[in-house]
Protein backbone atom coordinates (compact mmCIF):
# COMPACT_ATOMS: atom_id res chain seq x y z
CA UNK A 1 0.00 0.00 0.00
CA UNK A 2 3.12 2.21 0.33
CA UNK A 3 3.76 2.16 -4.01
CA UNK A 4 1.13 5.03 -4.76
CA UNK A 5 0.95 6.99 -7.51
CA UNK A 6 0.88 10.76 -7.51
CA UNK A 7 -2.25 13.00 -8.70
CA UNK A 8 -1.00 16.26 -9.23
CA UNK A 9 -3.17 18.89 -7.86
CA UNK A 10 -2.16 22.56 -7.36
CA UNK A 11 -3.48 24.69 -4.26
CA UNK A 12 -2.65 27.09 -2.26
CA UNK A 13 -0.57 26.01 0.87
CA UNK A 14 -1.93 29.08 2.91
CA UNK A 15 -1.52 26.92 6.11
CA UNK A 16 1.83 26.19 5.55
CA UNK A 17 2.78 30.16 6.37
CA UNK A 18 1.01 32.49 8.75
CA UNK A 19 1.66 35.96 6.84
CA UNK A 20 1.35 34.95 3.47
CA UNK A 21 -0.14 31.88 0.76
CA UNK A 22 2.63 30.32 -1.00
CA UNK A 23 2.24 28.64 -4.30
CA UNK A 24 2.65 24.78 -3.14
CA UNK A 25 2.20 21.30 -5.15
CA UNK A 26 -0.30 19.36 -3.88
CA UNK A 27 -0.75 15.95 -4.25
CA UNK A 28 -3.08 13.06 -3.56
CA UNK A 29 -2.76 9.19 -3.83
CA UNK A 30 -4.53 6.63 -2.77
CA UNK A 31 -4.61 2.56 -2.69
CA UNK A 32 -7.62 0.19 -2.21
CA UNK A 33 -7.29 -3.25 -0.02
CA UNK A 34 -9.89 -5.88 -0.36
CA UNK A 35 -8.77 -8.90 1.82
CA UNK A 36 -10.61 -12.73 3.31
CA UNK A 37 -9.10 -13.44 6.75
CA UNK A 38 -9.91 -17.01 8.27
CA UNK A 39 -9.41 -17.69 12.58
CA UNK A 40 -8.58 -20.21 14.25
CA UNK A 41 -11.43 -23.36 14.98
CA UNK A 42 -12.15 -20.98 18.42
CA UNK A 43 -12.88 -18.12 17.54
CA UNK A 44 -16.10 -17.11 14.94
CA UNK A 45 -14.59 -15.51 12.05
CA UNK A 46 -17.63 -13.40 10.89
CA UNK A 47 -18.28 -12.29 7.38
CA UNK A 48 -14.23 -12.91 6.18
CA UNK A 49 -14.57 -10.33 3.77
CA UNK A 50 -13.26 -6.46 4.18
CA UNK A 51 -12.10 -3.60 2.23
CA UNK A 52 -10.01 -0.80 3.16
CA UNK A 53 -9.74 2.59 1.07
CA UNK A 54 -6.64 4.89 1.82
CA UNK A 55 -6.38 8.38 0.74
CA UNK A 56 -2.96 10.19 1.20
CA UNK A 57 -2.88 14.18 1.15
CA UNK A 58 0.58 15.85 0.73
CA UNK A 59 2.00 18.98 0.11
CA UNK A 60 5.70 20.91 0.27
CA UNK A 61 6.40 24.58 -0.19
CA UNK A 62 9.36 26.82 0.84
CA UNK A 63 8.52 29.26 4.36
CA UNK A 64 11.53 31.14 5.32
CA UNK A 65 13.79 29.55 3.57
CA UNK A 66 12.84 25.57 5.23
CA UNK A 67 11.17 23.56 3.15
CA UNK A 68 8.17 22.49 5.09
CA UNK A 69 6.07 19.40 3.90
CA UNK A 70 2.30 18.27 5.32
CA UNK A 71 1.02 14.84 4.88
CA UNK A 72 -2.32 13.32 5.78
CA UNK A 73 -3.75 10.31 5.61
CA UNK A 74 -7.20 9.11 5.94
CA UNK A 75 -8.36 5.64 5.98
CA UNK A 76 -11.11 3.28 6.21
CA UNK A 77 -13.89 5.35 4.19
CA UNK A 78 -13.07 8.36 5.32
CA UNK A 79 -13.96 7.71 8.95
CA UNK A 80 -11.48 9.83 9.65
CA UNK A 81 -7.46 11.01 10.05
CA UNK A 82 -5.57 7.73 10.59
CA UNK A 83 -2.06 9.58 10.51
CA UNK A 84 -0.84 13.01 9.62
CA UNK A 85 3.03 14.64 10.18
CA UNK A 86 3.89 18.58 9.58
CA UNK A 87 7.92 18.49 9.31
CA UNK A 88 10.52 21.16 8.89
CA UNK A 89 13.92 20.39 6.72
CA UNK A 90 16.81 22.24 8.12
CA UNK A 91 18.46 21.00 5.47
CA UNK A 92 22.41 20.01 7.38
CA UNK A 93 20.38 20.27 10.26
CA UNK A 94 18.12 17.81 10.16
CA UNK A 95 14.34 17.36 10.12
CA UNK A 96 12.01 18.55 13.01
CA UNK A 97 8.44 17.28 12.50
CA UNK A 98 5.44 16.99 14.71
CA UNK A 99 3.67 13.20 14.75
CA UNK A 100 0.40 11.96 14.72
CA UNK A 101 0.84 8.23 13.48
CA UNK A 102 3.18 7.90 10.62
CA UNK A 103 6.00 6.67 12.76
CA UNK A 104 8.80 7.62 14.93
CA UNK A 105 11.83 6.66 16.98
CA UNK A 106 12.58 3.07 17.92
CA UNK A 107 9.14 2.40 16.23
CA UNK A 108 10.42 2.92 13.37
CA UNK A 109 12.45 -0.64 13.92
CA UNK A 110 10.08 -2.37 16.76
CA UNK A 111 10.24 -5.37 13.80
CA UNK A 112 13.05 -5.36 11.03
CA UNK A 113 12.70 -8.95 10.11
CA UNK A 114 12.32 -9.53 6.46
CA UNK A 115 8.85 -10.22 4.95
CA UNK A 116 7.25 -10.89 1.81
CA UNK A 117 4.33 -9.60 3.33
CA UNK A 118 2.81 -8.72 6.61
CA UNK A 119 4.93 -9.07 9.76
CA UNK A 120 4.36 -12.95 11.33
CA UNK A 121 2.55 -11.57 14.17
CA UNK A 122 0.11 -9.66 11.77
CA UNK A 123 -3.81 -10.41 13.08
CA UNK A 124 -2.77 -12.40 15.81
CA UNK A 125 -4.75 -11.48 19.49
CA UNK A 126 -2.54 -9.96 21.72
CA UNK A 127 0.53 -10.20 20.22
CA UNK A 128 0.40 -6.91 18.49
CA UNK A 129 1.62 -5.37 22.03
CA UNK A 130 3.92 -8.19 23.43
CA UNK A 131 7.47 -7.36 22.50
CA UNK A 132 6.83 -4.55 19.94
CA UNK A 133 9.43 -1.56 21.39
CA UNK A 134 8.61 2.01 21.22
CA UNK A 135 8.53 3.86 24.31
CA UNK A 136 7.18 7.00 23.24
CA UNK A 137 4.98 5.55 20.09
CA UNK A 138 4.07 7.60 17.11
CA UNK A 139 1.06 9.64 18.26
CA UNK A 140 1.59 13.18 19.69
CA UNK A 141 5.55 13.15 19.49
CA UNK A 142 8.16 15.57 18.52
CA UNK A 143 10.35 13.64 16.14
CA UNK A 144 13.75 14.84 15.04
CA UNK A 145 15.63 13.14 11.56
CA UNK A 146 19.47 13.41 10.95
CA UNK A 147 22.27 11.67 9.07
CA UNK A 148 26.14 12.20 11.19
CA UNK A 149 28.38 9.98 9.02
CA UNK A 150 26.24 7.56 7.71
CA UNK A 151 24.85 6.55 10.76
CA UNK A 152 20.61 7.97 10.75
CA UNK A 153 19.73 9.19 13.96
CA UNK A 154 15.51 9.01 14.45
CA UNK A 155 14.44 10.27 17.78
CA UNK A 156 11.06 10.78 19.22
CA UNK A 157 9.85 12.90 22.55
CA UNK A 158 6.22 12.97 23.92
CA UNK A 159 5.04 15.41 26.75
CA UNK A 160 2.47 13.37 28.97
CA UNK A 161 -0.11 11.30 26.80
CA UNK A 162 0.09 9.63 23.69
CA UNK A 163 -3.45 10.22 23.04
CA UNK A 164 -3.88 12.44 19.66
CA UNK A 165 -4.99 16.20 20.30
CA UNK A 166 -7.19 18.04 18.97
CA UNK A 167 -6.65 22.45 17.76
CA UNK A 168 -6.27 23.75 21.74
CA UNK A 169 -7.30 20.85 23.25
CA UNK A 170 -4.75 18.61 25.74
CA UNK A 171 -5.47 14.58 25.73
CA UNK A 172 -5.75 12.92 29.12
CA UNK A 173 -2.51 12.30 31.80
CA UNK A 174 -0.38 9.76 30.91
CA UNK A 175 3.25 8.89 30.97
CA UNK A 176 6.19 11.10 29.64
CA UNK A 177 8.36 9.46 27.19
CA UNK A 178 11.24 9.29 24.71
CA UNK A 179 13.60 7.06 22.55
CA UNK A 180 15.70 7.00 19.55
CA UNK A 181 16.64 4.65 16.96
CA UNK A 182 20.41 4.17 15.08
CA UNK A 183 20.37 2.85 11.77
CA UNK A 184 23.14 2.24 8.76
CA UNK A 185 23.43 0.45 6.20
CA UNK A 186 26.54 -1.88 4.49
CA UNK A 187 28.06 1.28 2.18
CA UNK A 188 28.80 2.84 5.64
CA UNK A 189 30.68 -0.21 6.69
CA UNK A 190 32.10 -1.46 3.38
CA UNK A 191 29.90 -4.35 3.76
CA UNK A 192 28.03 -4.71 0.98
CA UNK A 193 23.73 -5.79 1.42
CA UNK A 194 23.91 -5.16 5.66
CA UNK A 195 21.86 -3.42 7.39
CA UNK A 196 22.01 -2.73 11.00
CA UNK A 197 20.02 -0.76 13.90
CA UNK A 198 19.37 -0.44 17.48
CA UNK A 199 17.53 1.75 19.87
CA UNK A 200 16.09 2.61 23.33
CA UNK A 201 13.94 4.46 25.22
CA UNK A 202 11.62 5.26 28.59
CA UNK A 203 8.58 6.25 29.71
CA UNK A 204 7.57 7.40 33.47
CA UNK A 205 5.96 4.96 35.19
CA UNK A 206 5.21 7.20 38.07
CA UNK A 207 6.80 5.92 40.59
CA UNK A 208 5.41 7.91 43.15
CA UNK A 209 2.50 5.67 43.35
CA UNK A 210 4.68 2.77 44.78
CA UNK A 211 3.74 0.71 42.45
CA UNK A 212 6.71 0.89 40.03
CA UNK A 213 10.43 0.53 40.78
CA UNK A 214 11.48 3.29 37.52
CA UNK A 215 10.46 4.47 34.11
CA UNK A 216 10.07 1.36 31.26
CA UNK A 217 12.94 1.01 29.31
CA UNK A 218 12.93 -0.24 25.50
CA UNK A 219 15.52 -1.84 23.97
CA UNK A 220 16.25 -3.31 20.32
CA UNK A 221 19.06 -4.57 17.74
CA UNK A 222 18.77 -5.66 14.80
CA UNK A 223 20.84 -7.20 11.61
CA UNK A 224 19.44 -7.85 7.89
CA UNK A 225 21.84 -9.49 4.94
CA UNK A 226 20.95 -9.37 1.77
CA UNK A 227 23.17 -11.96 -0.85
CA UNK A 228 21.36 -11.54 -4.69
CA UNK A 229 17.68 -12.31 -4.08
CA UNK A 230 17.86 -13.73 -0.13
CA UNK A 231 17.75 -11.72 2.65
CA UNK A 232 18.24 -13.13 6.11
CA UNK A 233 17.67 -10.99 9.29
CA UNK A 234 17.83 -11.77 12.91
CA UNK A 235 16.16 -9.04 15.75
CA UNK A 236 16.28 -8.98 19.42
CA UNK A 237 14.15 -6.83 21.88
CA UNK A 238 13.89 -6.25 25.63
CA UNK A 239 11.12 -4.33 27.57
CA UNK A 240 11.86 -3.96 31.19
CA UNK A 241 8.26 -3.07 32.63
CA UNK A 242 9.75 -1.82 36.06
CA UNK A 243 6.42 -2.01 37.36
CA UNK A 244 5.29 -4.21 40.17
CA UNK A 245 3.24 -7.30 38.76
CA UNK A 246 3.65 -6.94 35.10
CA UNK A 247 6.23 -9.20 32.75
CA UNK A 248 8.80 -8.31 31.03
CA UNK A 249 9.48 -9.28 27.37
CA UNK A 250 12.65 -10.73 25.90
CA UNK A 251 12.36 -11.19 22.16
CA UNK A 252 14.43 -13.01 19.64
CA UNK A 253 12.84 -13.53 15.91
CA UNK A 254 14.68 -13.70 12.65
CA UNK A 255 13.10 -14.12 9.27
CA UNK A 256 14.17 -15.18 5.70
CA UNK A 257 12.80 -13.61 2.23
CA UNK A 258 13.43 -14.75 -1.15
CA UNK A 259 12.52 -13.23 -4.47
CA UNK A 260 11.61 -16.08 -6.94
CA UNK A 261 11.41 -13.46 -9.66
CA UNK A 262 10.97 -9.55 -9.83
CA UNK A 263 7.30 -10.53 -9.50
CA UNK A 264 6.62 -13.04 -6.91
CA UNK A 265 8.55 -13.15 -2.82
CA UNK A 266 8.07 -15.67 -0.29
CA UNK A 267 9.49 -15.77 3.36
CA UNK A 268 9.39 -17.47 6.37
CA UNK A 269 9.87 -16.17 10.25
CA UNK A 270 10.13 -16.92 13.48
CA UNK A 271 9.40 -15.78 17.13
CA UNK A 272 10.02 -16.11 20.64
CA UNK A 273 8.57 -13.45 23.26
CA UNK A 274 9.64 -14.62 27.17
CA UNK A 275 7.38 -13.14 29.71
CA UNK A 276 8.94 -12.95 32.87
CA UNK A 277 6.52 -13.94 35.17
CA UNK A 278 5.83 -13.22 38.61
CA UNK A 279 3.22 -15.04 38.67
CA UNK A 280 2.39 -18.76 39.61
CA UNK A 281 3.70 -20.18 36.15
CA UNK A 282 6.87 -17.89 35.98
CA UNK A 283 8.35 -17.49 32.92
CA UNK A 284 5.99 -18.27 29.80
CA UNK A 285 7.52 -18.36 26.12
CA UNK A 286 5.27 -17.07 23.59
CA UNK A 287 6.14 -18.96 20.53
CA UNK A 288 5.07 -17.81 16.84
CA UNK A 289 6.01 -18.48 13.40
CA UNK A 290 4.44 -17.27 9.61
CA UNK A 291 5.39 -17.54 6.02
CA UNK A 292 4.36 -15.00 3.80
CA UNK A 293 4.22 -14.75 -0.02
CA UNK A 294 3.09 -12.26 -2.39
CA UNK A 295 2.90 -11.42 -6.12
CA UNK A 296 3.11 -8.09 -7.86
CA UNK A 297 1.72 -6.66 -11.44
CA UNK A 298 2.29 -3.03 -11.62
CA UNK A 299 0.25 -1.20 -9.52
CA UNK A 300 -1.95 -4.55 -8.64
CA UNK A 301 -0.87 -6.89 -5.34
CA UNK A 302 -2.18 -10.17 -4.03
CA UNK A 303 -0.40 -11.22 -1.20
CA UNK A 304 -1.06 -13.91 1.53
CA UNK A 305 -0.19 -14.88 5.06
CA UNK A 306 -0.87 -17.45 7.62
CA UNK A 307 0.45 -16.78 11.12
CA UNK A 308 0.10 -19.14 14.22
CA UNK A 309 1.39 -18.66 18.02
CA UNK A 310 1.25 -21.07 21.19
CA UNK A 311 1.20 -19.47 24.21
CA UNK A 312 -0.17 -16.49 23.29
CA UNK A 313 0.58 -12.95 25.07
CA UNK A 314 2.55 -15.21 27.94
CA UNK A 315 -0.64 -17.52 28.56
CA UNK A 316 -0.23 -20.80 28.76
CA UNK A 317 -2.35 -23.26 26.77
CA UNK A 318 -3.37 -20.15 24.83
CA UNK A 319 -2.84 -20.54 20.92
CA UNK A 320 -4.19 -18.69 18.21
CA UNK A 321 -4.08 -18.52 14.15
CA UNK A 322 -4.64 -16.83 11.08
CA UNK A 323 -4.87 -16.93 7.43
CA UNK A 324 -5.77 -13.79 4.92
CA UNK A 325 -5.36 -13.09 1.60
CA UNK A 326 -4.82 -9.44 0.35
CA UNK A 327 -5.71 -8.01 -2.94
CA UNK A 328 -4.28 -4.70 -3.27
CA UNK A 329 -4.40 -1.88 -6.48
CA UNK A 330 -2.54 1.42 -5.89
CA UNK A 331 -3.23 4.72 -7.63
Do not use: C
Request: charge should be negative.
Amino acid sequence: MNNFKKVGLTALAGSLAVASANAAEMSVSGATLLTYTSEDSSEVTGNPFGMKTNLAFSASGDVNGYTVSYVQVSADQFAGMSSARLSVDMGDMGTLAFDQGSGSGLATIDDKTPTAAEEIWDGLDGTTVGGLVGAAGNTGVFNYINTFGGVTFNGAMRQGSGTANADGASSGAGQSAWDFALTTDGSSLGVDGLAIGAGYGEAENGSETGTSYGDAEHMTAFANYSVGPVTAGYQVSYINSNVRGTDDQDVSAWGLAFNVNENLSISYGERDVVFKGHGAFGDVTEKGDGIAVAYTMGSMKIAGNQNSVSDNNGTAGSNDSMTEIALSFAF
